[in-house]
Structure formats: C-alpha cells, structure tokens
C-alpha cells in the first residue's frame, strides 16, 4: 500500500496536535501563556471520526462520526459541520433516523461546503447528541494519477471554530489490493487480508486552519477483476480435491468436460471478429466527426444502431464462452486469459481518454501527458497482442 500523508497546518495556540509535529511552525502563530481551556467552545466533541473510502474504482465517499457535547450554558438548536468543497449527495442522521432536507441547509464556497443541522429537539447545557453526516467527492478534484497505477489523494480537514475536539481519528480505507508505501506521520496501518486502513488520532485540537491530508498509494485496477478469480480457483481445487478423495475413475477432463464442438467455436469465432469491426467503425466514426468530416446527426444514428447491434453480439459471446470454456481446461484457461485481456484493453482504453481530457483542462503537464499516454499506450498494445493470439491458437483448433 502507498501512502505518503502530509499535513500542513497553522495553529493559534501553544497547544498544537502532535500529529502536526514534523510541520514547521510559520510566523502566524500566536504564543499565548497558557492552551485556551475547553470552557471557552460551545461544542465539546468527545469523538470525531472521519472514514474516508476510496473504492475499486476511485469513487471516494467520507462520513463523519460525531458525539457532541452543548457545552455552553444555554440550550442550542443547531449544529454547523464543514465538509470539503465540493460535497454532494449530503445526508445528516441520528441514532433516529435521517434529518429531512427541510431541517438541514447547505451553502457551497470556495474552499470548503458549510452544513447547518436544525435539530428537531433542542439540546440542553452538557447535553450529548451522536450524529453522522455521510457525503461523496468528485474523484476528478480530490484523486489525482500520476502513473497509471499510482494514486495521490489530497483532501482537506477543517472544523467550526467553536468545535474543542477532545478526539479525532481520520481513517482511509484503501481499495483492497492497494499497496501502502511511506508516510511522513508514522499513522497506524490496520490491514486485513487484501485491505487496509491508514489512520491517525489526535486528542484536545483546539484550531485547525486549512491543513491538507495527501495519501499516495499504488493500485492495479484490474484487481478487482483478479479477486473473483481467485474465488474460483478456490472453488476449483475444492472440487478437484473431492474427485480426488472419492477416486472418481476415468480421466478428470472426462467429467468436468463436455464434447467439443467446431461449430460452436467457430460461431464464437465469427461473432468476435464482427465485434472487433463494429467497434473499429466506432472509432473510425468518432474520428471523422471530431475532424468534421460526416455530421453529429449521421454519427448519432450510425452509432445507435452499432450499439444495439454490439449489445446483441454480447449477449450471444456471453453464452458461446460459457460453452466453450466446459470443453475442457485448455479451453477454459484460453476463455480466462481472453476476458483478462479484454478487462486490460478496456482500461488502457478509458485510461487513455481520462489522461487526454485531464491535460485539455490543463490539470497535468505536457511531461506528465506523454509519460502517461505512452504507458496506457503499452498497455493497449499489450492486451491487443495477447487476444490476437488467443484468437489465432483457437482457430487453429477447427482447421
């Protein structure tokens, strides 16, 4: 797993979180005589945990934990929560149920999105209230990829003034199969099988101005395609293991085998390659549009209809695969490696249009551009070559 966490952070008191330690102090600090006392903040936070979930497929979605203490000497109404810039699909619940969107108001800014919670009972002097506040990230902002397999996650941690946190934990939970690889704050690393989470705590933070988590880490999207596969190696050496123990009689291949077919294979066959057609056409066909040479209506209509003819040939590859992986191992194996391929190709494909539309809006250098694209392109190559030759080794089964 690769993390590299840095925090940059300005505090106005002596008491600053050693979990800031390796940060340098800057000239804004002010040094008072003594850490400002709790009494002086309206909300006591007793627990404040942020889980920060990245998936297998970059989706990034965070939720706050809160327990909240009314530590002022009059009854309150409202919490307020500030979440990075950006957040949507925002939902505010108790151990009750989820606060209507009537009881909660949501202002965007620059920097950061404020969320003011109207609670439906008021919370009286030291009071305690348990809320989660659950949001998503645009991927494209906070998620950056420097190389096709390495991730930078740069997000920020801020909080109302008048929040005394007594505990706060931050915990990222990688996308299982993801590699950690250094962090400059030491964090506690909790890993689980294939998963792991990267966490931090910090007690009696009193002010946090504008400090910034970044996580880089490494991670082979088409693990996610590898996983089931394992499952079903398991699943295989299992039955196996059983044939064995019984001693079925006959070659195994016998009975895990159904016969072969040319002509189920060579419809296979067919059907592949009238795909590989119809979706260099696609190509061909985005690329005279972009150069104007037909018109976005003619392209339309042509793409519709290779569309709903390539969804009829999935459909029907879908079951041809099936009965050709039960020919036997060979068979299956050959099935196995082509929808590895095909998985590698369509990621090089979406890698490639991800890069070039990244540079359009000027998000990456020209170095990083051509570093990037040349990388998806070897990658493109490599899944083109490979299905050419499993194509070519099964057609030679049927001459």
Not at 27 to 41: G, I, Q, R, Y
Not at 204 to 229: G, M, N
Request: aromatic residues 12%.
């Amino acid at each position: 797993m690769l993390f590299i966490i840095v925090l940059n952070v300005k505090y106005d008191y002596v008491k600053t979180a050693s979990i800031f330690s390796n940060v340098q102090p800057v000239s804004s600090v002010k040094v008072l005589n003594e850490t400002p006392s709790a009494s002086n903040f309206t909300y006591i936070i007793n627990e404040w945990r942020r889980e920060i979930k990245i998936d297998a497929w970059g989706g990034l979605s965070i939720a706050d934990r809160c327990q909240i203490t009314n530590n002022a000497n009059e009854t309150v109404y409202e919490v307020i929560f500030i979440l990075p810039a950006n957040a949507s699909s925002i939902s505010v619940q108790n151990p009750f149920g989820t606060f209507s969107t009537s009881s909660i108001t949501i202002s965007n800014y620059p920097t950061f999105v404020k969320v003011r919670v109207f609670l439906s009972d008021y919370l009286s002097p030291q009071e305690k209230l348990r809320l989660l506040v659950t949001y998503n990230l645009p991927t494209s902002v906070y998620i950056q990829q420097s190389s096709w397999q390495d991730y930078i996650l740069n997000i920020s941690l801020n909080k109302p003034d008048d929040w005394f946190v007594e505990k706060l934990t931050v915990a990222v939970f990688l996308p299982e199969g993801a590699e950690y690889r250094e962090s400059s704050l030491t964090p506690a690393i909790q890993k689980s099988g294939f998963s792991a989470v990267v966490e931090f705590t910090e007690e009696d933070v009193t002010h946090i101005d504008e400090p910034v988590i970044i996580l880089k880490y490494q991670f082979f999207i088409l693990w996610s395609i590898f996983r089931p596969a394992l499952w079903a190696g398991l699943v295989i050496i299992v039955f196996v293991v059983i044939l064995f123990v019984r001693k079925v009689s006959g070659p195994l291949s016998e009975v895990i085998s159904s016969t072969f077919s040319p002509e189920i294979l060579r419809n296979f066959l067919n059907r592949y390659d009238e795909r590989m057609r119809l979706q260099r056409e696609l190509d061909i066909l985005k690329d005279n549009v972009e150069k104007g040479k037909i018109s976005r209506r003619n392209y339309r209509l042509r793409k519709n209809s290779i569309d709903d003819h390539l969804s009829r040939l999935k459909e029907d590859l879908s079951e041809l695969r099936e009965k050709i992986a039960s020919f036997g191992e060979y068979y299956s194996k050959q099935i196995k490696r082509l929808e590895t391929a095909e998985a590698e190709l369509e990621t090089s494909q979406k890698g490639i249009e991800s890069v070039k539309a990244r540079y359009i809006r000027k998000e990456i250098t020209g170095e990083t551009y051509h570093k990037m694209l040349e990388e998806y392109n070897q990658m493109k190559d490599r899944a083109e070559t490979v299905i050419e030759e499993i194509l070519s080794e099964l057609r030679e089964q049927i001459r």
